[in-house]
């Protein structure tokens, strides 16, 4: 009679320890899970993004030629950033500009 109850009791109590672990499981588990999934959504957005700006082509003014921003030699020129290809090129537009002042 009492190894019966004893039998019971353990399994009632194995069966609730069991229901929390799932439970607590299913709660905790669930969280992580989730945030990583929506970061790793972000990062390829923001990969995509990324690489489709640093692929924007620039002429330089002076040889005409296109230039990938990332790689060009920048040069601010009033309000507006010129970019060359080349240091000779900046210098020759320098040059020119200086040549243009003098004269001009
Ligand atoms: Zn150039």
Request: with cysteine.
């Amino acid at each position: 009679m009492t190894l019966l109850a004893r039998i019971l009791r353990f399994l009632f109590w194995l069966l609730v320890l069991s229901w929390s672990v799932r439970l607590l499981s299913r709660l905790f588990g669930s969280l992580p899970q989730n945030t990583a999934a929506r970061q790793a959504g972000r990062n390829s957005a923001g990969n995509a993004q990324t690489s489709s700006v640093a692929r924007r082509l620039v002429r330089d003014p002076v040889c005409g030629m296109h230039v990938d921003e990332t790689l060009s030699i920048p040069m601010r020129e009033g309000d507006e950033i010129l970019h060359f290809c080349s240091i000779a090129c900046r210098d020759a537009y320098v040059v020119g500009s200086k040549k243009f002042a003098a004269h001009g």
